[in-house]
């Protein structure tokens, strides 16, 4: 499966953004997904995860309550919709799906997207 996310930008502290990630290629359906980021110098970061109909979903610690993913398995589509922004949550933030459902840093799903960055400014 082929990922494409998009939806990213400069944004100020307390606004928001709604990133998405276009799937093709393979029934999206068959996969769950995930979001992860990069910060400058920083290891990749676990963000949020969702089972492949929407049953389950996880987050990390530092974005839950105001970062929510969701998907449209009719438009290929997965989401996350973030709130609440923090200059802290600056980072390329990568889309991923996999057969297997996993919500961790080291995740080592199959399917990657190519990044989009959001940058928040205080």
């Known amino acids: 499966v082929q990922l494409q996310a998009s939806g990213g930008g400069l944004v100020q502290a307390g606004g928001s953004l709604r990133l998405s990630c276009a799937a093709s290629?393979?029934?999206?359906?068959?996969?769950?997904m995930g979001w992860f980021r990069r910060a400058p110098g920083k290891e990749r970061e676990f963000v949020a995860s969702?089972?492949?109909?929407?049953?389950?979903?996880d987050y990390s610690d530092s974005v839950k309550g105001r970062f929510t993913i969701s998907r449209d398995n009719a438009k290929n589509t997965g989401y996350l919709q973030m709130n609440s922004l923090k200059p802290e949550d600056t980072a390329v933030y990568y889309c991923?799906?996999?057969?297997?459902?996993?919500?961790?840093?080291?995740?080592?799903?199959?399917?990657w997207g190519q990044g989009t960055q959001v940058t928040v400014s205080s």
């Open positions: 290629g393979r029934t999206f359906s068959s996969y769950a």
């Open positions: 969702i089972s492949r109909f929407g049953r389950s979903t």
């Open positions: 991923a799906a996999d057969r297997a459902y996993c919500s961790a840093d080291g995740c080592n799903y199959d399917y």
